[in-house]
Nanobody, 123 residues
């Protein structure tokens, strides 16, 4: 199973960016998928998750109302639309997948991981 993120880069505060995660080797339509991020010197933290089948979504409080996670089953892809970016959103963003269908906030519950994509938000 391979997860490949794309879409990161250097943006200004207030800008919008969409991250994409293309998955190969496994169909994601019934699997929970998540986005996590890790800033320098900090632990990896949950950003957003989407459950399989039900497509219920969950967000960290810090991004609620600004970020939107979506799953495109036909493309076997997960996206993260990020609006109103802030300097504190600067981090490496990782796409992750579970074998099971319910999204979780603990990174230890995910077994498939991408290599990460850097998002840097300047003030």
């Amino acid at each position: 199973v391979q997860l490949v993120e794309s879409g990161g880069g250097l943006v200004q505060a207030g800008d919008s960016v969409t991250l994409s995660c293309t998955v190969s080797g496994r169909t994601i339509s019934t699997s929970a998928m998540g986005w996590f991020r890790q800033a320098p010197g900090k632990e990896r933290e949950f950003v957003a998750g989407i459950s399989g089948v039900s497509s219920l979504t969950d967000y960290a409080d810090s991004v609620k109302g600004r970020f939107t996670i979506s799953r495109l089953n036909a493309e076997n892809m997960v996206t993260l639309q990020m609006n109103g970016l802030k300097p504190e959103d600067t981090a490496v963003y990782y796409c992750a997948g579970r074998v099971y269908g319910q999204a979780r906030t603990n990174p230890a519950d995910y077994i498939f991981w991408g290599q990460g994509t850097q998002v840097t938000v300047s003030s």
